[in-house]
């Protein structure tokens, strides 16, 4: 059930955004990236999985059902790593729910927008190799951010600080950037703070406008989430 009301918010906001958008209301010669947009409910419906995982993590400390756990299996990397599995499938499977759905949504609403082929709009679809790969590197990209909230929850003492921490690193970065005046720096900020980075995955029209590469976006989120906790 909550797996369902999170992608329905990913899958709405994208909805939102596609339907909101009209090729007659566009700058000529018109480059919006419509894979993009139409996957941008990502942005917001990420906040969910990345709770999910936290609690994942943060519960079974707090009420300290971890013990059990711990002297049943008293390797401690095996309880971390069959937890971060467990999790990044959850991501994964939600991850490809919410792409589908965006995907489906931003194709049934941007043709009737005047986004069609005639228009320079390909009907979004994954035999499109740039749509593929902004599919595929989503859903990666949530199960990255799942990893990344689990990977917080075990160094973090409680539940509150560690979805706080997690949601500013998720989106204070490029709060902070809109501050710095110097542009090399706001182009450092974005190309390596965790969402920005991770999300350039799904640009498919000027490519070099973004401030890093697609895959090498993934590899700078992949390298977020802590690996040791020293909780017992």
């Not at 480059?31 to 993590?57: H, W, Y």
């Not at 309880?79 to 965006?102: E, F, H, P, Q, R």
């Not at 640009?203 to 590469?213: D, K, Q, S, V, Y």
């Amino acid at each position: 059930m909550a797996d369902a009301a999170r992608h329905r918010r990913t899958v709405g906001f994208g909805l939102a955004i596609t339907g909101s958008l009209g090729y007659t209301h566009c700058d000529l010669p018109c480059t919006l990236d419509t894979t993009k947009l139409s996957l941008a409910g990502v942005r917001l419906g990420q906040v969910g999985i990345l709770v999910l995982a936290v609690l994942a993590v943060t519960a079974e400390y707090s009420t300290r059902t971890i013990q059990p756990t711990l002297i049943a299996v008293p390797h401690r990397f095996l309880v971390v790593l069959g937890k971060l599995a467990v999790l990044a499938i959850l991501g994964v499977a939600t991850g490809v729910l919410a792409v589908a759905g965006s995907l489906a949504a931003g194709a049934t609403m941007l043709p009737g927008n005047g986004f069609t082929a005639a228009h320079g709009f390909p009907a979004l679809s994954l035999a499109d190799d740039l749509t593929r790969r902004a599919a595929i590197g989503t859903v990666l990209y949530i199960g990255l951010i799942t990893l990344l909230g689990a990977g917080l929850g075990f160094p973090l003492p409680d539940t509150a600080g560690a979805v706080t921490a997690a949601l500013a690193l998720l989106y204070g970065s490029p709060v902070v950037a809109m501050f710095v005046s110097d542009p090399t720096w706001q182009h450092r900020i974005h190309r390596f703070s965790p969402m920005d980075a991770g999300l350039a995955i799904q640009a498919t029209r000027n490519l070099a406008a973004e401030h890093i590469g697609p895959w090498a976006g993934l590899g700078v989120l992949s390298l977020y989430p802590p690996r040791r906790s020293s909780r017992g």
